[in-house]
């Protein structure tokens, strides 16, 4: 009965905060953007200069100059993100968010624009893990990095590697370098940061997909007139082309979900 | 061409040469080979040499500078190993995490109580842990300079897991430690230290499989390796440790491996660096700059040949033509006489035959003008009219008349040919020139012949009436036989030429007289004359002497020719029976005697006669139907029909 209430209760919430978001965005003029500034070719800082780049950068601005709003950039990470979102601290989350049944529970998402599997990363100076199958290996330490999506996956496949989840930024990265880890899972645009950044590193595949995971926009829960206006604007940058020509512009066109 | 070509094509010359090109070109080529190998084999051992001394060089500053930072480090916790430090949480695992976090030289810190249990550690992991006796650095060994201690390389990842079941291959650590004395007990401080580090960085460095980069500590283990293409079985540690106990840096030659070592001895820490450099690897790597160097001078090699053969074929072309050209020369040079002359007229050129036939000597001939010849019989017009063909580049043709060294005079037929260089312009003329002379006496002696020939045949003709002919017979009478022979004792004084007569006596005319009459013996004459005067020429005379004897006079001929008209006489006058009357027929021979000789007088002619005479009564005598002269008798062609 209480129960029967409060679903009630909630409903009306839902009712009442309808089209909230293209309201406040119409008012301030101001469309806010949740995004992970370590996110190469995604959203990424570029620490010489200070300003943003990537692929949903661009993207976030396209759908700002498309609601006559300018975005206004929150930083966040993939812990904090879903709070975030329900907080109200952000209208959208564009910052190639991996959904999950976890995750679609908090938070709307809008249909995918990217695909991408898993990789690893491991250091040149290890030369004994030459394929995925080398990985899951007892005394292997895997690296993740806390609140992706990678974190309960590793949890759930790894059998004999043990598994390190770890929240400091570039801390996956130190982890396998000094050699207190053997690799840190990654998806595919932070892999093509390795491959640009650190000579260090060296990628591994998986041989066979390990679980190829759809990125999309997330946004708050319950806001349909907004997730609507998401997905139009989705839709439209895959039938104009727009997102190919910018995923082209970030090394990320093979991982495009062209519908 | 030239025309007096004397420089003989030399064929074995020019093969030989051929051939010395070819080898020439290809002793270039193969050397250039073997230079440019040798070269490349130096200029490479050369850079490995400076490569791996570069290599220990950077690397050696590398692994110390990395290793202050280690002592740093353990300088600083340390110094914050004060006595109540682990209980007022100034010294925490968090806070040394902290320390470590953005260092990937170090995997963990740990303090360990004398009895070896770690108390302490950035790693929750290691607490607790008894790190056995001998596998971290046996504090009682005597520290470096800075209290610094290194170890064993362990195949762990950190302190945890000594002791505990095998761990992967790959993942080893090395410790570095230090003392401090802490409440009367001495504790000691464990960097867990990632040799990784250094492979990393060199394998960034060095994608080079003909080098190999190690890491020994002063024990002679190696701490790290590169990409392992040097085994671990060859026993370099120690020859290392050899090395450097004499020198700091330095390149040796190992024993027992065909290796180059440079290595470099850390000035504050126990390790040494080497750089080992392996030429048979290079070697390998030469293999294919080999083979594109080989592959080149083929090339160049194919190349030459066939350019060489082309030429050759271009020379044996030219040989042939120039052969030709030469043997052609030689034919017209035999042939003909030849002169070359500057187109101002000097004589640069003239063959034997041109010398021989004027008489001078070459060097009289060469450098002078065509004057040198000149009989002066020509008009300047002629020069003139010669000179304009020649200069507007025409061929000209004419006969000469031309002075001999002796005065005396030559005929030439000469054609002159201007000789234009490649560009068209005048460079020479060449003339040939062919001898006349001859024929132009011969053909003056030829006219005079013919005009005194024709003199006779007029004097015949003229002759030719009543008063000097024979009625009966038509003859010449004596008479005309008189006039003739006045003509051509003439024409014999002149020209220096024999006379020849023939007497003719038809064999027993007076039995044709006697047995058939006057009138039988009158048209035995008649027809026997006209047979005779048939096989006679228009310049020769058949006169009647009287009776039955007749004469032939044959000016301008020899007993030879005169012999061949005389045996005509005879077969014409037994060629077929007289028909004399209704059915009656005779047959009729004639005897002849023949006398030859140069008149220059009457007398002399008369003499002949007297010859001929007496040649004829030997005819007779012999017994007829033939022709006798002085020495000899012939019989008629025909004897056999003529009996």
Not at chain 2, 43 to 53: F, G, T, V
Request: proline share 5%; charged share 25%.
């Amino acid at each position: 009965m209480w129960l029967s209430v409060i679903a009630l209760a909630l409903s009306a919430m839902t009712q009442v905060s309808h089209a909230w978001v293209l309201e406040r965005v119409a008012a301030t003029g101001a469309l806010r953007v949740c995004i992970w500034p370590e996110y190469f070719g995604i959203s990424y800082r570029n620490p010489r200069t200070n300003t943003l780049h990537g692929l949903d950068i661009e993207l976030s601005r396209a759908l700002a100059d498309e609601l006559g709003a300018t975005p206004e950039y929150v930083e966040t990470d993939f812990i904090r993100l879903f709070a975030d979102l329900a907080g109200r601290r952000c209208d959208i989350a564009m910052m190639a968010v991996g959904v999950t049944p976890e995750r679609a529970r908090v938070a709307d998402f809008s249909r995918p624009y990217l695909r991408s599997d898993v990789y690893a990363i491991a250091s040149r100076a290890n030369r004994a893990i030459k394929s995925w199958a080398d990985i899951d290996q007892p005394g292997r330490v895997v690296v993740v990095q806390k609140g992706t999506f990678m974190e309960p996956l590793m949890r759930r496949t790894l059998v004999r590697a043990s598994l390190l989840a770890v929240s400091r930024p570039a801390e996956r990265e130190r982890e396998v370098e000094s050699g207190r880890a053997d690799v840190f899972i990654t998806d595919y645009p932070y892999s093509q940061r390795m491959l640009a950044n650190a000579d260090w590193a060296r990628i591994i595949a998986p041989d066979q997909p390990v679980q190829p995971t759809d990125y999309a926009y997330a946004v708050p829960k319950g806001d349909s007139a907004w997730l609507d206006r998401v997905e139009r604007f989705v839709s439209r940058i895959k039938q104009d082309g727009r997102l190919a020509v910018v995923a082209g512009r970030h090394n990320l066109l093979p991982i495009v979900v062209r519908d | 061409m030239t025309v007096g070509f004397d420089k003989p094509a030399e064929p074995r010359r020019y093969r030989l040469l051929f051939l010395g090109m070819l080898a020439g070109a290809l002793a270039l080529i193969w050397s250039a080979w073997w230079v440019g190998l040798r070269f490349v084999e130096q200029s490479a051992e050369a850079s490995l040499r400076k490569r791996i001394d570069l290599d220990s060089l950077l690397l050696e500053d590398h692994v110390s500078r990395t290793l202050d930072i280690v002592t740093a480090r353990l300088q600083s916790v340390v110094a914050l190993t004060r006595p109540g430090a682990l209980d007022a949480g100034s010294l925490s695992p968090a806070g040394l995490d902290e320390l470590i976090f953005e260092d990937r030289m170090l995997r963990s810190l740990s303090l360990v109580d004398p009895a070896g249990q770690v108390i302490l550690s950035s790693n929750p992991a290691n607490l607790g842990t008894r790190v056995p006796a001998g596998t971290v650095p046996d504090p009682a060994a005597p520290a470096g300079r800075d209290g610094m201690r290194f170890g064993q390389l362990l195949p762990y990842r950190d302190l945890f897991q000594i002791g505990t079941a095998k761990q992967p291959p790959d993942v080893r650590l090395w410790v570095a430690s230090r003392s401090v004395d802490l409440d009367g007990r001495t504790l000691h401080w464990l960097a867990v230290l990632n040799p990784s580090v250094f492979e990393n960085l060199w394998s960034r460095l060095d994608e080079d499989e003909a080098t190999e980069l190690a890491l020994f500590d002063y024990r002679g283990q190696r701490i790290a390796t590169h990409h392992g293409v040097v085994p671990e079985s060859v026993p370099l540690g120690r020859e290392l440790i050899a090395q450097a106990e004499t020198r700091m840096n330095g390149s040796f030659e190992p024993a027992g491996a065909p290796l180059w070592v440079s290595f470099r001895a850390s000035t504050k820490h126990p390790v040494i660096v080497a750089s080992i450099g392996d030429p048979g690897r290079l070697q390998l790597q030469l293999a294919a700059e080999r083979g594109g160097f080989t592959f080149a001078a083929l090339a160049a090699t194919a190349l030459v040949m066939l350019a060489v053969a082309l030429l050759y074929r271009g020379y044996l072309k030219y040989e042939a033509s120039v052969l030709e050209t030469a043997n052609q020369a030689r034919a017209i040079g035999a042939h003909l006489m030849s002169s070359e002359s500057t187109p101002d007229g000097r004589i640069i050129r003239v063959n034997d035959a041109l010398l021989q036939a004027t008489g001078f000597t070459r060097d009289e001939v060469l450098g002078q003008t065509h004057r040198l010849f000149n009989s002066g019989l020509h008009t300047a017009e002629f020069y003139a009219g010669m000179w304009k063909t020649l200069a507007s580049g025409r061929i000209w043709k004419g006969t000469f008349r031309n002075r001999r060294r002796d005065g005396t005079h030559l005929w030439f037929n000469a054609t002159i040919m201007p000789f234009h260089d490649a560009w068209g312009h005048m460079e020479r003329y060449v003339a040939l020139y062919t001898d006349v002379s001859e024929s132009i006496v011969l053909a003056e002696r030829f006219e005079k012949e013919r005009r005194m020939r024709h003199e006779l045949v007029r004097v015949n003709r003229d002759l030719a009436n009543h008063a000097n002919t024979d009625p009966l017979t038509g003859a010449a009478s004596r008479r005309a036989f008189d006039a003739f022979t006045r003509q051509a004792i003439e024409v014999c004084r002149e020209q220096a030429r024999p006379l020849t007569l023939l007497l003719l006596d038809l064999d027993g005319f007076k039995q044709v007289n006697d047995l058939h009459g006057h009138a039988a013996g009158d048209e035995v004459l008649r027809i026997v004359t006209r047979r005779w005067a048939a096989e006679i020429r228009g310049s020769d005379l058949l006169a009647r002497l009287g009776g039955e004897e007749f004469c032939v006079v044959l000016p301008d001929t020899p007993a030879s020719d005169a012999l061949a008209v005389a045996e005509g006489l005879l077969a014409a006058t037994a060629s077929a029976p007289v028909h004399i009357g209704s059915s009656e027929y005779l047959h009729i021979t004639v005897s002849v005697g023949m006398a030859s000789g140069v008149i220059r007088a009457r007398g002399e002619l008369d003499h002949l006669l007297q010859e001929a005479d007496a040649a004829l009564y030997q005819a007779k005598h012999a017994g007829r139907n033939r022709v006798c002269a002085a020495e000899s008798c012939e019989l008629p062609r025909l004897q056999s029909s003529g009996r």
